[in-house]
């Protein structure tokens, strides 16, 4: 009898805490006109977004279009919305480690892309279709990296704070440029950035337009350190073991920690106790759990 009750009372906090994976944050309601956007963003070709889930649960997603430093076409936007859901649904996922092509990281938004939608109503719609997708990016539950090489410029510096983690190259730099576009971030950068680094170093960078190199990144705590290789190879490779240190043991306890530190970011305190609770009751009991209780594990 107990058992039964315990299962079905695991059914329905599952049922409360795992709501639909493609949750964002503008809908119809908010004026988002989504199948509208991505009608005009699929006009603008080039470029591709790149996933390799790896047997070891770590998923590499490459930005590539190194003709014009990985930035993000029309198409690759709407790419990047596909793979988040592919994401999403990857049950054994664990890490996750975000790189450009040929060295460099990303550009920010084509300017021919940008150019041809740059009506109010167009740039709106686009600013919400990444800030859902970015927003979807950052919750997934599993612990991301983004590998700085070379420059991570406007919306590319954006997309880094959709990310756990920066790593950074030698050389490498991450820098909000909008202001010389007369822009502010749209893509969730701003207020991202905000969360890492405090107010008074985020309107410095914004407003300054800030060269951020990998030393004064590690200094601010947008960055937890500097690579020791420039080579596109060696430094992914540095990155995955850098990232393996996060990601050893089973898939569900790893998600399942990912899971509740978004809880306690994004929630009041209340909600977020109520969902460390419910987190913990997925995993109480659970293979992992039983194994390391028969080992004795704890101290180890």
Known sequence: MAFCLWKSLIQTTKSRLFLPRNVSLYNHAHGFEEEEIKKKLQQFGGGSINLCKEDNGIGILTLNNPKRMNAFTGTMMLELQETVTELENWKNGKGLIICGAENTF???????????????????????????????????????????????????????????????????????????????????????????????????????????????????????????????????????????????????????????????????????????????GTVWGGAANLQALAQSTKHK
């Open 106 to 280: 990303c550009s920010g938004s084509d300017l021919n892309a940008v150019r041809a939608i740059s009506s109010p109503k167009d740039g709106m719609n686009m600013c919400m279709f990444m800030q859902n997708t970015l927003t979807r990016l950052k919750r997934l539950p599993l612990i991301s990296v983004a590998l700085v090489q070379g420059k991570a410029l406007g919306g590319g510096a954006e997309f880094t704070t959709a990310c756990d983690f920066r790593l950074m190259t030698p050389g490498s730099e991450i820098r909000f440029v909008h202001k010389h576009m007369g822009l502010v971030p749209g893509w969730g950068g701003a207020a991202r950035l905000v969360q890492i680094v405090g107010t008074g170093p985020a309107l410095k960078m914004l407003s300054g337009a800030l060269k951020v190199d990998p030393e004064r990144a590690v200094r601010l705590g947008l960055a937890e350190e500097t690579l020791l290789s420039s080579d596109e190879t060696k430094s992914l490779e540095e990155s995955q073991a850098w990232l393996d240190q996060y990601t050893k043991g089973p898939a569900e306890v790893i998600r399942a920690l990912k899971k509740v530190v978004t809880a306690g970011r994004e929630l009041q305190l209340e909600a977020a106790l109520r969902a460390e609770k419910d987190i913990f």
